[in-house]
């Protein structure tokens, strides 16, 4: 078990320091840079990108905290395939803010480990509401993705593409999870992770 703890401490401190290495060339490649975005619009797709970036630092301290107690080999290789794909994101994310010359958030740390903790405890609780948790939690993703996606001035085409193919891929995720036995959560659970979904956006968006 403290073998276990260490590799763990060591992939969330390889997540949370270094840069990711992306498995899939960046969606918008190929794209111009839009050359009428004004600074303001600048700024704020960076901070779109960084909430989207801390979102992506949560599933992966969900997937490894779902990972660490589960003892079902199909659910750990769609977890470990899921996984892989949002490093992708971050690595995408991180590139994008970059470019614009903004910054991830600060409070990245705290975000994994309440994500690795939530995500250790639904493993534990039970396989299919582990996976109803996944769903709901991909879900919930995709809606906030959706938002900025609305939010995004359209000659910024190359942050559009990536969050396009980040909803895609995480609406992808949900109906794997449903597909694999995962159940709907309770409404109070749902909401509790709403609540907690705008405190992260919210936050990180400034931070």
Known sequence: MIDRILIELDKGLKILSTTPNKNRKRPDEGLSEATSLSLEDKENHAKYMRVNHSGEICAQGLYRGQLFFNKNKEIESKLKEAA?????????????????????????PLLYIGSFGIGAIASIVDEKYNLGFLSETEAQVALHLDSHIKKINPAD???????????????????????????????????????????????TYRV
Do not use: F, Y
């Open 157 to 203: 085409k190359k942050t559009l593409k990536i969050i396009q193919s980040m909803k895609e891929d995480e609406e992808n995720h949900k109906e794997s999870a449903i597909k694999m036995g995962g159940v709907e959560l309770p409404n109070l659970i749902k909401k509790i992770m709403g609540a907690a979904s705008k405190i992260m956006t919210t936050t």
């Open 84 to 108: 892989s794909e949002e490093v992708d994101h971050l690595a995408w994310c991180e590139s994008r803010i970059n470019e614009l010359n903004g910054s991830t958030s600060k409070l990245n």
